[in-house]
């Protein structure tokens, strides 16, 4: 018997353009607060420029090697990086229903406070729901119109602990 090998969700992703990933998000449904207890762990999805680029990316605004976020169902999270052996939180987010940046529909958006460091204030994430435990997140400059660009990541559900037990 002959195998085939099937491409993973993931590999299917990372077919999309920019665009194809804002025409799937659309019609994702909404996240919420309360769901968003417990700890995610990141993947770069989209072209393999972006998938490339990314992680040098983020390492300019100090989330070099980022494992993903963790969240304690109220609104309140940080960002993982792993450092060694060692995951480690730093810089805090805050979770808000907003309409999209995209197309207006209510949307999970993750916020970095004002006083964060740069580029951060200037960024969102906003999230929607891809199946039971993966989220689709869209990172977006919310400056100089940039916002039509949009960046995919996922986000996959780890556990449902709350972020104090992390």
């Known amino acids: 018997m002959r195998m085939i090998n ?3 969700p993931s ?3 990372n077919q999309l353009t920019l665009t194809g990933f804002v025409a799937l998000f659309q019609p994702l449904t909404l996240v919420t607060v ?5 700890r995610f762990s990141s993947e770069f999805i989209g072209p393999a420029w972006l998938r490339r680029s ?3 990316l983020l390492k300019l ?4 090697n980022w494992w993903g976020k963790t969240f304690d169902g109220h609104g309140q999270g940080l960002n993982l990086v792993q450092r060694g052996d060692t995951i480690r939180a730093i ?3 805050v979770l808000e229903e907003r309409p999209s940046l995209l197309d207006t529909k209510p949307t999970l958006t ?3 406070p004002t006083g964060s460091r740069f580029p951060w204030p200037w960024i969102v994430d906003e999230l929607r729901r891809l199946d039971a435990n993966t989220l689709l997140g869209l990172t977006m400059v919310t400056r ?3 916002q039509r660009f949009a960046f995919p990541f996922l986000l996959h559900q780890v556990n449902s602990k709350t972020q104090s037990s992390n």
């Open 6 to 8: 099937l491409p993973t």
């Open 11 to 13: 590999e299917q992703l």
């Open 34 to 38: 309360e769901e968003m207890n417990g």
């Open 54 to 56: 990314a992680p040098h």
């Open 61 to 64: 605004g100090g989330l070099g």
């Open 91 to 93: 810089i805090p987010v």
């Open 110 to 112: 993750i916020v970095y």
């Open 144 to 146: 100089f119109g940039l």
